[in-house]
């Protein structure tokens, strides 16, 4: 790191700041301000191309492990950081920091669509009080705006976050699960709005209350062919969108319907078109305590309703989703089987639930092994469901999305330069 030092009244002034830190580049001017009963730091930074491990590092942030449930010592990896927010060491000094980043490296894939870039936010540390407000970044055609207040004058802290999702295009967005984002045209906002008390960012997480929500508005939805590897999200486009994949595997109600087809009693054909229109659709949880809940999901699409239940645990990070699609006609064979999402939140899995096709009965003395008829006409959908109201729906989404509190209070000096 090299810089030209000035002397100034009270303090110091780095200015023509140019170097490395760890794998980010970094540059600009900073001034550490000696005269007030704390140092305060004030500084304009910016990067090139930001490290994702480096700026974690520098904010303290840290990804955690937790004991498995197996009976091996194998940990399970955490998303979510368990940064200590003491407040001696917040109360230790004062800052303001604007920073700009053209780039975001260590997200995802190289040559990932949901590459983020251009992120610009402010940092004030005032007195024991973290503001993170504005800061941005640009991701997948849309952007991330965030602001996050963190209070750590007395424990447990204090946190509120608020995290918006501007419309932005579900292909790029989704890509890793299985949508071709050039054929997509579908939007998706949403906005994540949660408050708690912690000794740490995991615990503040873990105790929270507030609102998740994702509206989907209408739009087409272009699914993309999927390899062998990627048959359990396959599984979970052909719930959620009524369609098979292009290497020809399907699920166990795609099996059936082409079976119905050469017997002449075949469904739609949409259910197995390589595209679908998206009317609208709500993903939503409440949040108590760090248990999210489904409030609820519901997709719309021309061939199906989705509906899902279940519930993910912030606090221990545990995911326990069930989808499940309704034909909007009489579909023989042609019923998606209901998928579940569980794992955790940095390993999810998505498997079809288990259907057992046969089953021990009696049959004249004798137990063996026999078809279910409940198992197999399960796949057929003999009621037509109704569609939900989408301007209801998305009307609802938008006063999800604006629901909870107001912004945090602004600290006085985020003003001051």
């Given at each position: ?202 615990e503040t997480l873990g105790h929270a209350d507030g609102r ?206």
């Amino acid at each position: 790191m090299t810089a030209r030092l000035a002397q100034r009244r009270g303090g110091w002034h780095f200015s023509r700041i140019a170097g490395q830190l760890g794998e980010t580049d970094l540059s600009g001017s900073l001034t550490l301000d000696q005269r007030g009963a704390r140092p305060r730091v004030v500084a304009s930074l910016a990067s090139g191309a930001l490290h994702l491990a480096d700026g974690m590092a520098v904010l303290g942030l840290r990804t955690a492990t937790s004991p498995s449930d197996g009976e091996g010592p194998q940990p399970v990896a955490s998303l979510l950081p368990d940064a200590t927010l003491s407040p001696e060491a917040l109360r230790s000094f004062d800052a303001v920091v604007d920073y700009k980043a053209e780039q975001i490296e260590g997200v995802g894939d190289a040559g990932s669509v949901l590459k983020p870039a251009h992120l610009a936010m402010r940092l004030a540390l005032i007195d024991g009080r973290f503001m993170l407000s504005p800061a941005s970044v640009d991701l997948a055609g849309g952007f991330v705006s965030s602001d996050i207040y963190i209070d750590a004058r007395s424990g447990p802290a204090l946190a509120r976050y608020d995290i918006r999702l501007s419309p932005t295009p579900m292909g790029p967005l989704l890509a890793g699960w299985g949508l071709a984002p050039r054929e997509t045209t579908a939007l998706a906002r949403g906005r994540i709005q949660l408050s708690g008390r912690g000794e740490t960012l995991r615990e503040t997480l873990g105790h929270a209350d507030g609102r998740i929500a994702l509206v989907l508005p209408a739009g087409r939805v272009g699914l993309a062919r999927a390899s062998a590897s990627e048959l359990d999200m396959t599984n979970l486009r052909a719930a959620m969108f009524g369609t098979r994949s292009g290497n020809g595997v399907d699920s166990a109600g795609g099996i059936f319907w082409r079976l119905g087809q050469r017997l002449g009693i075949g469904g739609d054909k949409a259910a197995v078109d390589d595209a679908t229109h998206l009317n609208c659709g709500l993903i939503a949880f409440s949040v108590r305590d760090g248990l999210a809940t489904a409030d609820p999901i519901l997709i719309d699409t021309d061939g199906h309703v989705v509906t899902g239940r279940g519930e993910f645990d912030l606090r221990g990070e545990r995911l326990d989703l069930r989808l499940q699609a309704q034909g909007k006609s009489r579909e023989w064979f042609g019923r998606p089987a209901p998928i579940l999402i569980g794992g955790t939140l940095a390993a999810p899995t998505v498997l079809r639930e288990p259907v057992d096709l046969f089953r021990p009965q009696r049959l004249f003395g004798l137990s063996m092994m026999l078809p279910d008829v409940r198992a197999i006409f399960g796949f057929v959908d003999p009621d037509e469901t109704q569609a939900p109201a989408c301007g209801t729906l998305l009307r609802g989404g938008a006063t999800a999305d604006a629901a909870a509190a107001g912004p945090a209070p602004k600290p006085a000096e985020l003003a001051l330069r």
